[in-house]
């Protein structure tokens, strides 16, 4: 089983519309997770990170579910602008580094 | 501002030869990475330092070599050992290995051999 799994898309969706990505991991240990966000041939930037208790930026939601090993973010309201690939990330307890998935890609149409 | 810089953006390589990416922060971070992004596929790292003089290897560590003599600079040199180095080279920094923050990175070094 790969350590971060996430369906690959795209994703196409209108401006305005909800879209939900899911990301499965492997490591019941993981302490940490977050969302990357990569746009054509840039580097990840750091969308934000994701708590137990669930968090919400502006029109984005992430939750976290320990039991299931699962992470999703949810985005309300697309904007042409959020067309960009979506990392799932997740770190493991203690002195470790970060294990990101392949992503998945989301396309926001007009 | 503070962030990481990486050079150069574009990296030419001809078949046998060693090249060196540069990757500088001013961020104060502790920790320091390298991956490697392929068409398709998620990043994949290659080696990190956590502090000065010492690293560790990644999941792909062969065919790279790193160094870490100043906190600022993490240096990553692609042997002619590698088979196959044309990529998408990331380097990024973190406080350290052992914080619950996620790592800023630095634009990318495309290398492609000729």
């Known amino acids: 089983r790969k350590e971060v799994e996430q369906d690959p898309g795209p994703f196409n969706v209108p401006e305005g519309a909800t879209v939900a990505f899911n990301c499965t991991y492997s490591?019941?240990?993981?302490?940490?997770f977050f969302w990357y966000r990569q746009d054509c041939r840039k580097e990840p930037k750091l969308l934000m990170s994701?708590?137990?208790s669930g968090n919400e930026d502006g029109r984005f939601t992430a939750q976290l579910n320990r039991a299931s090993q699962y992470i999703s973010l949810l985005i309300r309201d697309s904007k042409l602008s959020d067309s960009a690939t979506y990392l799932c990330v997740v770190k493991g307890a203690g002195y470790s580094t970060l294990t990101f998935g392949k992503g998945t890609m989301l396309l926001v149409s007009p | 501002d503070g962030g990481i810089t990486q050079s150069p953006k574009y990296l030419f390589r001809k078949e046998g030869q060693n090249v060196t990416l540069s990757c500088e922060q001013n961020l104060n971070h502790d920790a320091m990475y390298w991956y490697r992004q392929d068409p398709g596929q998620g990043l994949r790292l290659i080696y990190y330092?956590?502090?000065?003089?010492?690293?560790q290897k990644g999941d792909i560590a062969e065919g790279y070599s790193v160094s870490r003599e100043k906190k600022e600079s993490f240096p990553l040199t692609v042997t002619s050992a590698q088979k196959n180095p044309t990529a998408f080279y990331l380097c990024a920094s973190s406080m350290g290995t052992h914080d619950n923050y996620g790592y800023t990175f630095g634009s990318g070094t495309r290398l492609t051999v000729v």
């Open positions: 330092s956590q502090i000065v003089n010492d690293f």
């Open positions: 994701v708590y137990s």
């Open positions: 490591n019941s240990a993981s302490q940490s």
